[in-house]
């Protein structure tokens, strides 16, 4: 391997990192207000719901909620449905991963 190339990966590693680390640094020590830490709480499921959704409800370009149209919808309602019943995230991917598995298998 190149040496320009490792250092290049150590500089691109180290620029990921360093936004996420100095925020941790900087916000030790600090007390946030209530509401901020409620805010920061959700943020993860929305920033996921949202990166999920366009591919969940948009089927051939365009936006569809009719189940029979849009088939991705069905293993997205049996994830809802396990994840709503469990309240166990791991329950919850592999009722995703088997359902969307089955529907790509069966068409």
């Known amino acids: 391997m190149k040496t320009s190339l490792l250092l ?3 500089a691109a590693g180290t620029l ?3 936004p996420r680390l100095l925020p941790l640094l900087v916000l030790k020590n600090a007390r946030m207000p209530v509401w901020f830490g409620k805010l920061m709480f959700y943020l993860p499921i929305s ?3 949202s990166l999920i959704a366009t591919d969940i409800f948009f089927w ?3 936006f569809e909620l009719n189940i029979i149209e849009n088939i991705k919808l069905i293993p997205s309602v049996l994830t809802m449905i396990v994840a709503y019943k469990n309240k166990n995230m791991i329950f919850s991917i592999l009722m ?3 359902s969307i ?3 790509v298998w069966l068409l």
Request: net charge neutral.
């Open 8 to 10: 290049f990966i150590v």
């Open 16 to 18: 990921t990192y360093l």
């Open 47 to 49: 920033i996921f719901a």
């Open 60 to 62: 051939n370009g365009n």
């Open 96 to 98: 995703g991963m088997v």
């Open 101 to 103: 598995s089955l529907l």
